[in-house]
């Protein structure tokens, strides 16, 4: 990686590091309240974090950031009930039915948030990190 590459990519470890550990929750907690939290943090990694335009190519050039967009960006979809609603059998699905048809796969959910997070941690090590 050359160095002019390299400030901009730290610098969207350091936006999707942030994103990914201030997203605090408990997959055994109150559903919409993890929902909430979720949202947030896929936004954070893939919202402001990166800029489609001229950050995307920067992922590319680290399996860590790439590895936690795609995860943000897959749960994105299984986050957005018009997503779901696109599939003949969830049309008629409520915001309730949504949370519930989602909430076995926030174990899951979780144990990626803290995998995607400890490979940045791995590459891009805080600076007087541990």
């Known amino acids: ?6 400030e901009p990519t730290a610098l969207i470890a350091r936006r999707m590091r942030t994103a990914l550990a201030e997203a605090l929750w408990d997959p055994a907690d109150d559903s919409a309240a993890a929902f909430e939290v979720l949202t947030a943090m896929v936004e ?5 974090a990166t800029t489609a335009d001229t950050d995307l190519p920067l992922l590319f050039e680290s399996e860590p950031l790439l590895s936690a967009y795609l995860f943000c960006a897959s749960l994105q979809k299984s986050l957005n009930l018009d997503y ?5 059998d969830y049309r008629e699905t409520s915001p309730a039915e949504h949370l ?6 926030f ?3 979780y144990q990626r948030q803290q995998e995607v997070l400890q490979l940045i941690d791995a590459e891009f090590p805080q600076p007087g990190g541990p």
């Not at 954070?44 to 402001?48: A, L, N, P, Q």
């Not at 519930?100 to 796969?105: N, Q, S």
């Open 107 to 109: 174990p899951k959910f």
């Open 44 to 48: 954070g990694v893939c919202g402001r």
């Open 84 to 88: 779901l609603r696109q599939h003949p």
């Open 1 to 6: 990686m050359t160095n002019e590459r390299s």
């Open 100 to 105: 519930e048809h989602i909430r076995p796969h």
